[in-house]
């Protein structure tokens, strides 16, 4: 089950399939969403500092211009609607990244009689990038696992991202 990938003449001939998993694995636009203190970690992952621009990963405002949803924060009763909104806004194909031990499995809240579970209750999650808060490099790698799962034709469904420290 290989790709060949001639080159003739100057060109390269590839499938069309890969060609454009190859363009949608490059242009993530994440909806500028957030709930909670995981949402400043979002931010600050956009700043300069650490430049997702430079892997084509703009944040955006509306849904309908969004291909990837960060659940970053716990989910509540009262938001659950929205966020179901939202998703189905969102053009297909459609991706969700859970940010944060609240967005995962409650976190802290997690008992409390209006905090959900974790999003995956409420939509289908397709990386997990752990912490509270996790750090910027966390969501980095999160949204690098699930560029790469994408290229590949095969978007990681329920994976964990893993950063690797320096050292």
Not at 50 to 65: M, N
């Amino acid at each position: 089950m290989g790709v060949t990938i001639r080159t003739e003449g100057g060109v390269v001939l590839s499938g069309l399939d890969r060609l454009v998993a190859w363009g949608r694995s490059r242009s993530l636009w994440p909806l500028t969403y957030g709930i909670a203190c995981c949402a400043i970690e979002m931010m600050t992952a956009g700043s300069p500092r650490y430049d997702l621009d430079r892997f084509g990963i703009i944040f955006r405002a509306t849904p309908r211009q969004c291909d990837v949803m960060i659940v970053a924060g716990p989910v509540t009763k009262r938001m659950e609607p929205v966020i179901k909104l939202l998703y189905e806004q969102m053009a297909e194909p459609r991706w969700v990244l859970a940010m944060g031990s609240c967005a995962i499995s409650g976190g802290a809240f997690a008992g409390s009689y209006n905090v959900l579970p974790g999003a995956d209750t409420v939509v289908p999650v397709d990386i997990y990038v752990p912490g509270c808060p996790p750090r910027p490099e966390a969501l980095m790698a999160g949204l690098l696992e699930l560029r790469d799962g994408i290229r590949r034709g095969v978007p990681p469904k329920g994976g964990v991202a893993r950063v690797r420290s320096g050292g």
